[in-house]
C-alpha cells in the first residue's frame, strides 16, 4: 500500500472509528535477543510516537540500545515540515546503508515523511535496501509488518493514506517518569496552504474526554507531574465529537485531576477560547504559558496563508492573553512566503515588536510539494530571505533576552527532570517553560521546587534551590 496524495487531501464526514489496541502474541518472541535504536525527527507528536514504536518493538522482544552502531534494529522517524527535515534524513539514510552492508540491520522508515508519495516513491526505487516503511495511520501494526519483512525477506511498505481512526491503548514507553506528553487530538483540517500536515496527518480527530482523563489519572498513580496535552491544533478539541464538550472543558477536567502541571500544544489563534483564558486564571496547575503561532504580521500574506485570522484579531487575542499574571507567550514565524514584500515583512517586525515573545520559533517558507503554495509564484531570493530570516531573529533574540533579565533575583517553581550539561547542575523548566540550569544533586529529580534565578541568558536561566 503506497501513499496516495489525492487520497490525503479528501475530508468525508464519516464518523472516526475507535479501535483499542489489542497485543498479538503471534510476534512476541521476532525480537528475542535483538537490539533497536529509533531516531526521531520533528515535533512533539513524532516524539510521544516514538515513545509508541519502542513500546510496540518491546512487546516483540527487542531491547532498546543508545547507540546506532550497536543495533539489530535501525528506525527512523521523521518529519515533513520543511525541506531541511527531508535532507537530514535522507543523509542519516547514508549512514545506515554503510552499517546495512557490513552487518545486514534491519532498516525502517516511518512518520510523515513515510506518507509522502513522492518520498516513498524515492525510497522504492533508490533505497531498495530498507526494509519497512510505514505511515503515521499504522503504527498499531509495526509489529506485523515488521515480522513480514523478517519471514518473507522483502522490503514491507504500508502506508495508508486515510482520515485515519483513534486507536486507545496502544503501548508506550515513556522517555520520562516526571512528564508525560497526552494526545488529545490527531490530525488537522485548517489545510493553512504551507501545510503538509493536515496529508499526513489526516482528518481531525478527538479522543474521547473520558480516555483522556483515565490516561491522566493513571499518570498521577505511577508519579507523574506535568502532562502535555498534545494535538496539532489543541484549541479545536472537541468540535468534531457530538458532545458539546471543547477544549474548556477537557482544560478544567484535565486539571481537577490534581495533576501538578498541565500544559497543551499547539494553539491556532483562530480557536483561542474566552473560556479557555477563565480556566487558566483559574486553575494553578494549567500553566501559564502559551504558545500562539503568528506565522506572518502581514494581512495580506495570513490571508495567502489561509490563517483564517488578521493582524488585529491575533493582537486583540495577545492582549487578552496578557491578562493571566505571569504569562509567557511564544510564537512561530515564517518569512521569505510567496510573493512577500519588505513592507509585508515588516508588518511581521511589527508584531514582533508589539509582542516582544519569550521566545519564537522562525522559519524560511519551504515549498511542500501538494501544498497549494507549492504553486505560488515566489521570486523572493534565497538572500533576501536568508536576511529577512536574520534581522528576524536578531529581534526574537533581543525580546527573549529582555524577558528572561526580569526573572534576576526571583524566585520560581521548577520541574527538576534531567541532568544538566553542566557539571554539578541538573536541568528543569518553570511553569512559564523557562529552562533552568539548577545547581542541585540527583535527589531533586522529579520534584517541583522553589529556585532562586542568579544568573541569565538568552536561552536559559541559571538558578539555586532556596
Ligand atoms: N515552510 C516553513 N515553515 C513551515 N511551518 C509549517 N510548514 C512550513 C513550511 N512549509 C512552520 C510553521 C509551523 C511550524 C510547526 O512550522 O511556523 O507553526
Ligand atoms: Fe499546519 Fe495550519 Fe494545521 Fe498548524 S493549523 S498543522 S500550520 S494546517
Not at 186 to 200: A, E, N, R
Not at 264 to 293: A, G, Q, R
Not at 351 to 361: E, G, H, L, Q
Request: glycine share 6%; proline share 2%.
Amino acid at each position: 500500500m503506497l501513499p496516495n496524495l489525492l487520497e490525503a487531501k479528501k475530508r468525508t464526514s464519516n464518523k472516526v472509528k475507535n479501535y483499542k489496541y489489542i497485543k498479538d502474541d503471534r510476534y512476541k518472541e521476532v525480537g528475542k535477543n535483538k537490539t533497536y535504536y529509533i531516531k526521531t525527527y520533528g515535533c512533539q507528536m513524532n516524539v510521544h510516537d516514538s515513545e509508541n514504536i519502542k513500546a510496540l518493538l518491546e512487546e516483540m522482544s527487542f531491547s532498546e540500545v543508545d547507540n546506532m552502531e550497536d543495533a539489530n534494529l535501525i528506525l527512523l522517524n521523521t518529519c515533513a515540515i520543511r525541506e531541511n527535515a527531508h535532507n537530514k534524513v535522507f543523509g542519516f539514510l547514508g549512514r545506515v546503508k554503510h552499517l546495512k552492508e557490513t552487518k545486514n540491520v534491519i532498516t525502517g522508515i516511518c512518520g510523515c515523511m513515510a506518507q509522502e508519495e513522492n518520498v516513498v516513491n524515492e525510497i522504492k526505487n533508490k533505497y531498495k535496501w530498507v526494509d519497512i516503511v510505514f505511515g503515521t495511520h499504522n503504527i498499531s501494526q509495526l509489529p506485523r509488518i515488521l515480522s513480514d519483512s523478517i519471514n518473507n525477506n522483502k522490503q514491507e511498505i504500508e502506508v495508508l493514506s486515510c482520515e485515519g481512526d483513534i486507536i486507545e491503548d496502544i503501548p508506550v514507553k515513556r522517555d520520562s517518569k516526571y512528564k508525560a506528553w497526552v494526545n488529545i487530538m490527531y490530525g488537522c483540517d485548517k489545510f493553512c496552504t504551507y501545510c503538509i500536515v493536515p496529508y499526513t496527518r489526516g482528518k481531525q480527530r478527538s479522543r474521547n474526554p473520558k480516555d483522556i482523563i483515565r490516561e491522566v489519572e493513571k499518570l498521577i498513580k505511577d508519579g507523574y507531574k506535568e502532562v502535555t496535552l498534545l494535538g496539532q491544533n489543541v484549541n479545536a478539541y472537541g468540535k468534531d465529537l457530538e458532545l458539546n464538550y471543547y477544549m474548556g472543558d477537557l482544560l478544567r477536567d484535565v486539571a481537577k485531576t490534581g495533576i501538578d502541571r498541565v500544559r497543551f500544544v499547539t494553539s491556532h489563534p483562530w480557536d483561542f477560547t474566552d473560556e479557555m483564558i477563565t480556566i487558566i486564571k483559574e486553575y494553578d496547575n494549567v500553566m501559564p504559558y502559551i504558545h500562539l503561532p503568528l506565522q506572518s504580521g502581514s494581512n495580506r500574506i495570513l490571508k495567502l496563508m489561509g490563517r483564517r485570522y488578521t493582524k488585529e484579531s491575533y493582537l486583540e487575542l495577545f492582549n487578552k492573553l496578557k491578562t493571566i499574571s505571569n504569562v509567557s507567550i511564544t510564537t512561530d514565524i515564517i518569512v521569505g512566503f510567496p510573493g512577500e514584500t519588505e513592507d509585508d515583512f515588516k508588518e511581521t517586525l511589527d508584531v514582533v515588536n508589539t509582542c516582544k515573545y519569550d521566545s519564537a520559533f522562525t522559519f524560511i517558507f519551504s515549498p511542500r510539494v501538494g501544498t497549494p503554495a507549492a504553486k505560488m509564484k515566489d521570486d523572493i531570493s534565497l538572500d533576501t530571505k536568508n536576511e529577512r530570516l536574520q534581522r528576524l531573529n536578531e529581534l526574537v533574540n533581543k525580546y527573549a533576552n529582555l524577558n528572561n533579565q526580569k526573572y534576576l533575583n526571583k524566585i520560581v517553581n521548577v520541574l527538576i527532570e534531567n541532568k544538566s550539561n553542566k557539571d554539578d547542575y541538573l536541568m528543569g523548566y518553570t511553569d512559564t517553560m523557562k529552562l533552568v540550569n539548577v545547581k542541585c544533586d540527583e535527589s531533586y529529580l522529579g520534584k517541583i521546587v522553589k529556585v532562586k534565578i542568579v544568573g541569565v541568558k538568552t536561552w536559559s536561566l541559571d538558578g539555586e534551590i532556596v
